[in-house]
């Protein structure tokens, strides 16, 4: 005998605006949408608004939303071809790239580092392993933050970025469809 599962409507909210995209963080119980005059509305589950966001200009619509993995960042693409990175916390726009295209879909994805191994050598058939060592290019892209920078709470923003990107763990792409 096969139960019969149904879903309860619980509540139902009235917005003043047709609603043409929203997005759900469930990392942060947070949902994103956008209406058809182009503005981004940021509630909380409950339904209390976070805050909202009009539109880079008149008459732009957004085509896509997608959310970081850990759901501090929203990215929003307008019909313009822009995509905007805003910070979740204080609706802050972290960055603006102009694509000359018509953007259709938007998703992160994000690879997890783990941590490098303490030695080269697997002892377990009591036999190193002769796996040859990566070159590290890193210096090339990334500068070295020197040790006084670290400590030194007055640092430039360059020495600040430099010593953060060096400790990342994540690798979080924004991949962008047209």
């Known amino acids: ?13 009235n917005v003043p605006n047709e609603i043409n995209f929203m997005v759900w963080s469930d990392k942060m119980d947070l949902v994103a949408f956008s209406n058809i005059k182009g503005e981004v509305a940021l509630h909380r589950l409950t339904w209390s608004r976070a805050w909202s966001l009009s539109p880079p200009k008149d008459g732009l619509t957004v085509n896509c939303m997608g959310w970081r993995p850990d759901g501090k960042v929203l990215a929003i693409a307008y019909s313009c071809g822009r995509i905007q990175l805003v910070g979740v916390e204080n609706k802050k726009i972290l960055n603006i790239q102009d694509i000359k295209a018509n953007i259709t879909c938007l998703t992160w994805v994000q690879e997890k580092l783990e941590p490098p191994p303490k030695d080269n050598f697997n002892f ?23 040790l006084s920078s670290v400590l030194n709470s007055s640092q430039s923003e360059d020495q600040k970025e430099a010593y953060f990107l060096q400790e990342q763990t994540e690798l979080n792409l924004l991949l962008i469809g047209e």
């Open 1 to 13: 005998m096969s139960a019969f599962h149904t879903i309860k409507q619980l509540e139902e909210r």
């Open 124 to 146: 377990k058939d009591g036999k190193p392993n002769n796996y040859m060592k990566h070159i590290d290019m890193s210096r090339l892209y990334l500068r070295d933050p020197t």
